[in-house]
């Protein structure tokens, strides 16, 4: 007799679940627009620094908007990160006793951009918008952070 129970128990769960998660999907794409309408800025910033040195070269050492612990670059690697557009962010960078101290992103230079490419060479800090256009922005300099 008590198994009898189960039966019809086990189908009225397994048709309330179905029905529940068609309910609750069909609810929650009706109410929702994942692409944002073209006009709505979002106010994201990508950055990203690349160690574009040759293998045997050292890390980097990259402290980003004046965070206390840096991040570590080898060559070939890189380090990427969303923040706010909301003013200047920091750079240092140590590397074979030189170093280099710069806005790694300012409203004034950068325009509408929100999407800002660094390239670490040996020569210097290039700076592109398009990961493929480089311009030179910055020198090591030997000690004078």
């Known amino acids: 007799m008590c198994r009898s129970i189960y039966a019809p128990l086990l189908l009225v769960l397994i048709v309330c679940l179905m029905n529940g998660s068609n309910f609750a999907y069909a609810s929650s794409e009706s109410s929702f627009n994942f692409e944002p309408e073209p006009n709505v800025d979002i106010n994201i910033l990508f950055i990203s620094f690349y160690n574009g040195m040759a293998p045997n070269n050292r890390n980097v050492n990259l402290f980003y908007n004046n965070q206390k ?40 230079a950068e325009g509408n951009h929100q999407k800002i ?21 910055k020198s090591w300099t030997f000690n004078r952070c």
């Open 117 to 137: 490419y660094w390239l670490i060479k040996e020569d210097g800090i290039y700076h592109s918008w398009d990961n493929s256009s480089w311009q030179k922005r």
């Open 69 to 108: 612990d840096g991040v570590y670059l080898s060559p070939g690697k890189g380090f990427s990160k969303l923040d706010n557009l909301n003013g200047r962010k920091s750079v240092v960078m140590y590397w074979n006793g030189n170093c280099a101290s710069f806005f790694a992103y300012d409203p004034s």
